[in-house]
């Protein structure tokens, strides 16, 4: 199997990553038609990681959103149950196997959302772009979050969301069904994950409804803007000032 299924068994999942790592940048690149980079922005910004703090970047991938919470001083841990993803990241720096040694503030740690492998209360912020999607268990990856985040500290989810312009989404249905495909075939290391790709963010809950989710994990003062029309959206929550649940 080159691709998950939509009970996204975690074997399953990382699997497909593994064999899309290769290319996974220069394709999200493509299919976004560069916009990628101005979701990766919008989420360091609003993560507003300044020095002396550490941030947690789930489902990090090779690590190419963790760069940037790096920029004002902060540290950085970039989390991937994808060895190959994490291996890619590490090599992309100078580094070997799985030792990222703190390259430019980010290290790699492999983990499962659904068990991260931290203490409590240890990260000023956590964030997960176009990952949440991805796991079995949405609620239980967010309580994790949750636990590990000292409180006060800030959550930034970036996930692809749904267009509220009804003949807009009505556009983009018909992009990632009938076009994304056969792209990412010309592109990418593993196609048929460009597939999954495209019913998972169909099958997605939408802003509201997410929202309501990540208030139900226990996170409070939960807010979203919309990015590139509501194609993103950028979640935020702050941790209550409370012992962990």
């Known amino acids: 199997m080159t691709r998950a299924s939509l009970d996204k068994q975690p074997h399953e999942v990382a699997a497909m990553f593994d064999r899309t790592a290769r290319r996974y940048d220069l394709v999200n690149d493509v299919l976004s038609l560069g916009q990628d980079r101005l979701w990766r922005k919008a989420t360091a910004d609003a993560i507003d990681a ?5 941030v947690l970047d789930l489902a990090a991938g090779t690590g190419t959103s963790t760069d940037a919470f790096t920029m004002l001083g902060a540290r950085a841990i970039a989390c991937d149950f994808s060895l190959g993803m994490l291996r890619t990241g590490v090599a992309r720096r100078g580094g070997s196997g799985m030792y990222g040694g703190g390259v430019r503030g980010v ?56 267009p509220p312009i009804k003949s807009f989404d009505l556009v983009y249905s018909q992009y990632l069904m009938k076009l994304l495909p056969p792209v990412a075939r010309a592109v990418s290391s593993n196609p048929d994950s460009y597939e999954y790709l495209a019913e998972s963010i169909r099958a997605w809950p939408d802003q509201a409804t997410l929202a309501a989710i990540i208030q139900k994990a226990g996170w409070e003062r939960v807010a979203w803007r919309n990015l590139s029309f509501g194609i993103v959206a950028l979640h935020r929550a702050v941790k209550p000032d409370a012992v962990n649940p």
Do not use: K
């Open 50 to 54: 300044g020095p002396g703090e550490l």
């Open 107 to 162: 290290s790699f740690v492999a983990g499962d959302a659904l068990h991260l492998p931290f203490a409590n209360d240890v990260f000023d912020a956590a964030t997960i772009s176009f990952g949440l999607r991805n796991v079995a268990d949405t609620t239980q990856a967010l309580r994790e979050m949750l636990r590990v985040v000292r409180p006060g500290g800030r959550l930034v989810i970036c996930e692809f969301s749904r």
